[in-house]
């Protein structure tokens, strides 16, 4: 399975980014997508994540400002940005996580990343 980011870029402050991430197999096939970013000498850190029965979830930082959706038809899942701050700055990345046994054990399709830049 591939997962391939697009949509990032340099954008000023209070300004808005649409990103997408497209599969190369159904997305109904996992058990949870999400975006993470990581901003330099910084630890990845969890955007945002829905998981296959419609549960999203969103850091505190971007709660009110951030949306993902998903279009499964497209086999793509989207992170719309609005009022974007300079410290939003970062390489976003999707994720998913498939189940690898009946005993609970996840794991996780990284894409390559796309960075966002929020200019002040």
């Known amino acids: 399975v591939q997962l391939v980011e697009s949509g990032g870029g340099l954008v000023q402050a209070g300004g808005s980014l649409r990103l997408s991430c497209s599969a190369s197999?159904?997305?109904?096939?996992?058990?949870?997508m999400g975006w993470y970013r990581q901003a330099p000498g910084r630890q990845r850190e969890l955007v945002a994540s829905?998981?296959?029965?419609?549960?999203?979830s969103y850091a505190d930082s971007v709660k009110g400002r951030f949306t993902m959706s998903r279009d499964n038809a497209r086999n793509t899942v989207y992170l719309q940005m609005n009022s974007l701050k300079p410290e939003d700055t970062a390489v976003y990345f999707c994720?998913?996580?498939?189940?690898?046994?009946?005993?609970?054990?996840?794991?996780?399709?990284w894409g390559q990343g796309t960075q966002v830049t929020v200019s002040s």
């Open positions: 994720s998913a996580d498939f189940v690898i046994s009946v005993e609970g054990a996840v794991g996780r399709y």
């Open positions: 197999g159904s997305i109904d096939n996992f058990k949870e």
């Open positions: 829905r998981s296959n029965g419609g549960t999203t």
